[in-house]
């Protein structure tokens, strides 16, 4: 269990911002869900819950999404479950339980890219785009290549509001993280596919969108592009499954994913 010792509810972003920067040991709480997981001593704990950062909106062009809004909210709010097809709650559902899902937010999810996300993936498939306090608006695609954490504060996730959508994964037990999962968007027409848990962070197979954005979409097509994926991305084993198993298996979630968008 990770213990704290101070505690802060801050009323606006701008006191959590500074209070982060007092100490290499200050922290956000996001749910706490996966800080609970770790033994690590903090020194002051920054609670967001005070900031309504919770909410689901639609704006002119975009859904946006704060960092304090839950999983099950992904799988509930109507606006969420209309959105590129049902995707968010198609790939949040199968995480866990209820009580779980209530409790995870998407914004500490999001900015920790973790590599065993099923959120990540279809996000960035979805073409989001973060805000971060400090460092403002960038594509998830552009965060997730940075190497390392930033020292900052996930405000929302934006969203474009059209788009068709499909998440598939595969898992040994129902409550076990993914062996590897994929998505892919169709977005004006442009489709992207994205592939999760490889088992590091999620990225988009640029081959395979590539050869499906310049050519007429046929049977033959799709397998040069999953086969296109399957070269470009880099897989790697652990206890949950090999990199050739991943390699495998993702060509077939990718196929499926592809036709179920088109
Ligand atoms: C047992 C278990 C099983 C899981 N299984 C799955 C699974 O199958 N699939 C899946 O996709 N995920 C899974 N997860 C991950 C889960 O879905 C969440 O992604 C994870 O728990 C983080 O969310 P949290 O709210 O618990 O974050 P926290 O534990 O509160 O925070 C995590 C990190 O994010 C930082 N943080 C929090 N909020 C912000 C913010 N707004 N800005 C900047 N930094 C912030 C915190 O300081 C901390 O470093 C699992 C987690 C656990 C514990």
């Known amino acids: 269990m990770f213990s704290f010792k101070n505690y802060i509810a801050v009323t606006s972003l701008e006191e959590a911002y500074d209070e982060l920067l007092k100490n290499k040991k200050n922290i956000i709480l996001g749910g706490t869900s996966y800080l609970r997981m770790g033994n ?5 704990a920054i609670d967001l819950s005070n900031l309504e950062l919770d909410y689901i909106k639609e704006g002119e062009t975009c859904i946006h999404i704060g960092a304090m809004a839950s999983f099950r909210d ?9 959105l590129f097809d049902g995707v968010l709650d198609r790939c949040v559902r199968g995480i866990l339980g209820v009580q779980f899902r209530s409790n995870v937010r998407v914004g500490a999810t999001v900015f920790s890219k973790y590599g065993f996300s099923d959120l990540i993936p279809t996000l960035l498939a979805m ?10 608006e960038i594509s998830l695609e552009e965060y997730l290549k ?9 405000v929302e996730i934006k969203i474009k509001k059209e788009g068709r959508g499909s998440f598939q994964s595969i898992r040994k037990s129902k409550t076990d993280y993914a062996i590897t999962n994929t998505c892919v968007t169709k977005i004006d027409n442009k489709i ?3 592939i999760g848990v490889r088992p590091g ?14 050519n007429e979409r046929t049977e033959e097509i799709i397998d040069r592009a999953c086969e296109a994926m399957s070269e470009e991305i880099s897989f ?3 206890m949950r499954g090999t990199a050739e198993y991943r390699r495998a298996v993702s060509k077939n979630l990718v196929k499926r994913a592809i036709q179920e968008v088109l």
């Open 201 to 214: 962070k999620a990225v988009l197979s640029y081959r395979a969108m590539e050869i499906l954005n310049n």
């Open 40 to 44: 690590v001593a903090y020194n002051t």
């Open 192 to 194: 992207r596919v994205a």
């Open 236 to 238: 790697g084993s652990n």
């Open 127 to 136: 073409d989001s785009t973060v805000v971060l306090y400090k460092g403002g």
């Open 146 to 154: 940075e190497e390392s954490l930033r020292r900052d504060i996930l």
């Open 74 to 82: 992904l799988e509930i709010n109507e606006i969420t479950q209309q």
